[in-house]
Structure formats: C-alpha cells, structure tokens
C-alpha cells in the first residue's frame, strides 16, 4: 500500500483517502503489482487536474517544480528541471508518468527523507481515520474538495526534518479540527 500512499502524495498532494487507497491498492494487486493501472486515472483525474491543469510541453515546467515544492519543499534544480522537461517532451515520461517518474527520483539525501516522512504521515493520517485500513469502522468522514484541501496542508508542513513529523495526538487533532464532520467518532 505504501506505493498507492506515495501515488497520492505525488499527484494530489495528500494522503490517501481510505476507501481511495484499498480500491487502488486492489487494482494494483490485481494486476501484479504494475503501477500502470491506476496511474492514468489519478493523472486525469478532476483533482489532478485542478492542481496542475492539463499537463502540456507548455506547462511541464510548472508542473515540475509545483511537484518539486510539494514532495520536498524547493523547486527543481536545473538539472532535474531539464531532464523531467526533455523526458515528457521526447515522451520517455507521459502526463501519467511525470509525477511517479519525480517520486522515484528520489533516491537519497533530504528528497528522499522529505518523501519517507510524508509517506510515513500519511500512513499515520490514513489509518486514524480507518484504523484497520478496512473500509469499515471510519472515524472520521474525509470526503470532498475542502477536507482534501485541509489534508493538503497537513502534509505540506512535512519535510525532510524529523521535527516536522506530526505525533499520533497532533494528527488526531488536526483530523478533529479540519476534517471530521459532526456526528464523527
């Protein structure tokens, strides 16, 4: 499940909805573990989509660097930039590949702590609300536009520091605060 987590991170910036991650997570099984069967869906996806557009050779270079920003809290180095650029306009990455091919980029150092720690709150955020991670006994209802945009800022604050770590009782917290919705356990 930690590649669905990290799929969600890297094209909405967010953890995983429960119901979201196990469907995903069982298309993937169900096709031995290759990525390809979902990563298109989450690319042209009307979440992906209101993030980062319609991703063209006009707006890779945004696209990179907003992905770059998000997983590891600075833009793209000129390298890295051209290389992602290149790679989606010589079409070695696709807009369903781009963002998978930037996760996997990171391979060491900070960007990779930065992606371990996200992936590791979100894990944490992910089964406070589902504790089993069974679809069933939710503890809070995270569902919409506004909740994903508060589930956003969640990670956001994530680095590759380890003080940026959210604790069991701050994300509970934070999930409390932002995303249940009355009546929520």
Excluded at 149 to 160: D, G
Aim: hydrophobic share 40%.
């Amino acid at each position: 499940m930690d590649a669905v987590q990290k799929i969600y991170i890297g094209y909405y910036r967010r953890p995983a909805d429960p119901a979201g991650l196990i469907y995903s997570a069982g298309r993937v099984s169900g096709s031995g573990g290759n990525l390809d069967a979902i990563i298109e869906a989450f690319a042209n996806s009307p979440e992906s989509l209101a993030l980062n557009g319609a991703i063209t050779g006009g707006n890779i270079s945004d696209v990179v660097n907003n992905t770059y920003l998000a997983l590891f809290a600075h833009p793209a180095d000129s390298g890295g930039l051209k290389y992602y650029i290149d790679g989606f306009n010589t079409g070695r990455f696709t807009a369903a590949t781009i963002m998978l091919n930037i996760l996997d980029g990171a391979t060491g150092g900070d960007d990779l702590l930065s992606v371990n720690n996200k992936l590791a709150a979100a894990d944490m955020f992910t089964r406070t609300i589902d504790p089993g991670l069974d679809g069933v006994a939710f503890q809070a209802t995270y569902a919409g536009d506004a909740d994903n945009a508060k589930a956003r800022q969640f990670l956001a604050s994530v680095t590759w520091s380890p003080a940026t770590l959210p604790t069991q009782s701050a994300t509970t917290t934070y999930i409390q605060a932002n995303i249940s919705d009355p009546g929520d356990i």
